[in-house]
């Protein structure tokens, strides 16, 4: 069983940053694929990025060249660095854990709001 945690969601202008924070406690973190999904109201869970176990890295092209994963192994987190945001990415952002051999988890989310 995998409990993850988000923090460092809200309120941000456009063109702003911010940086989540995902922290996960229970199995091997080290092993598993970790990635960031966002809903927007009235829309369905997007994926944002993920992380494989390897540093290998995978991000939507709504997002690309502005959001960037990371992940410290050592203190079993995994970071969204959002920059440049628009109106378009206020949304809930949830932290995902994928585990060998086919396992999933989710955070409880944390609200991110790019407005003026």
């Known amino acids: 069983q995998v409990q993850l945690v988000e923090s460092g969601g809200g309120l941000v202008q456009p063109g702003g940053s911010l940086r989540l924070s995902c922290t996960a406690s229970?199995?091997?973190?080290?092993?598993?694929?970790m990635g960031w999904y966002r809903q927007a109201p009235g829309k369905g869970r997007e994926l944002v990025a993920t992380?494989?176990?390897?540093?290998?890295?995978n991000a939507a092209n709504s997002v690309k060249g502005r959001f960037g994963i990371s992940r410290d192994n050592a203190k079993k987190m995994v970071y969204l660095q959002m920059n440049n945001l628009k109106p378009e990415d206020t949304a809930v952002y949830y932290c995902n854990a994928k585990t060998p051999p086919g396992g999933e988890f989710w955070g409880q989310g944390t609200q991110v709001t790019v407005s003026s």
């Open positions: 992380i494989s176990s390897g540093g290998g890295t």
């Open positions: 229970g199995g091997i973190f080290s092993a598993n694929t």
